[in-house]
């Protein structure tokens, strides 16, 4: 009896505290380490500072989401960005030229991505607060995320 007191208590508390929120994964990632990916990966198209305007970016026909947009980027949940990252834009009705990562990063890997992503928007992400759902469905702009 005292046991099963204790475990339901450590799991309250967990609830509580947010840990096990869904909305408390990308503070989990480690946005360094996210950046250093993003840097290696997703600069390509999204750009070094996350405007969607990097080197390849020209030649897709639909300019890659700007991560800076908080406006936008505020309003997708972590679980929506994490999996357009790990299954590419075409998984969520994106753009289908956002390459599925899921073959090259590990789960860690991407929840970091994701954690660097959130600390580019403006105005600053604070979590599950606008995250809800997806937002509303767009051509221009397609999140295409990591």
């Not at 299954?87 to 990063?105: C, R």
């Not at 590990?106 to 979590?127: C, N, T």
């Amino acid at each position: 009896m005292r046991r099963s007191y204790w475990v339901s208590s450590v799991a309250m508390s967990l609830l509580l505290s947010g840990t096990v929120a869904s909305g408390a994964v990308a503070a989990q990632g480690d946005p360094a380490a996210g950046k250093a990916t993003y840097e290696k990966i997703c600069a390509t198209c999204h750009g070094t500072t996350g405007k969607g305007d990097g080197p390849a970016a020209a030649a897709l026909p639909v300019k890659p989401q700007n991560h800076t947009n908080g406006q936008y980027m505020n309003t997708l949940t972590d679980e929506y960005l994490f999996k357009i990252v790990k299954e590419g834009g075409a998984s969520v009705g994106k753009a289908q030229f956002m390459p599925a990562w899921g073959s090259q990063l590990k789960d860690p890997e991407i929840w970091s991505v994701i954690a660097y992503v959130r600390s580019l928007a403006v105005p600053p992400y604070h979590g599950g607060s606008d995250a809800s759902k997806p937002a509303a469905q767009s051509t221009a702009g397609a999140p295409a995320k990591k």
